[in-house]
Nanobody, 128 residues
Framework: QVQLVESGGELVQTGGSLRLSCVAS????????????MAWFRQPPGKERESVAA????????RYLEAVKGRFTISRDNVKKSVYLQMNSLKAEDTAVYYC?????????????????WGQGTQVTVSS
């Protein structure tokens, strides 16, 4: 099984930046030692969870929620079994618990039902 642990969430002012990190441990049953596809999701207070960004194994293909395009960047380091989310120009509406997720398949999905492994989440609060 794979365990995912996020870090980096904190209180930040509008317009500020944060970098979230997620480290994978354990093992998959597939050809790689960390999930083929990694993603970030978020759940704002009182709302449903939504996808933010996803990335393939080589890091050559990414997908983003429209609302974060141009502000957020997802990346990964497979040697460190880590995925990152660089968040710039933060807005109050980015306030949420951010979750790291992984799936064994190679399709870069933005659907949470496609992800098998989840972290516990890290709180990001953007104050205006």
């Amino acid at each position: 099984q794979v365990q995912l642990v996020e870090s980096g969430g904190e209180l930040v002012q509008t317009g500020g930046s944060l970098r979230l990190s997620c480290v994978a441990s354990g093992h998959t049953d597939g050809p790689t030692d960390s999930p083929l596809t990694m993603a970030w999701f978020r759940q704002p207070p009182g709302k449903e969870r939504e996808s933010v960004a996803a990335i393939n194994w080589p890091g050559s293909f990414t997908r983003y929620l429209e609302a974060v395009k141009g502000r957020f960047t997802i990346s990964r380091d497979n040697v460190k079994k880590s995925v990152y989310l660089q968040m710039n120009s933060l807005k109050a509406e980015d306030t949420a618990v951010y979750y790291c997720a992984g799936r064994s398949g190679g399709y870069v999905s933005l659907e949470d039902r496609d992800y098998e492994w989840w972290g516990q989440g890290t709180q990001v609060t953007v104050s205006s």
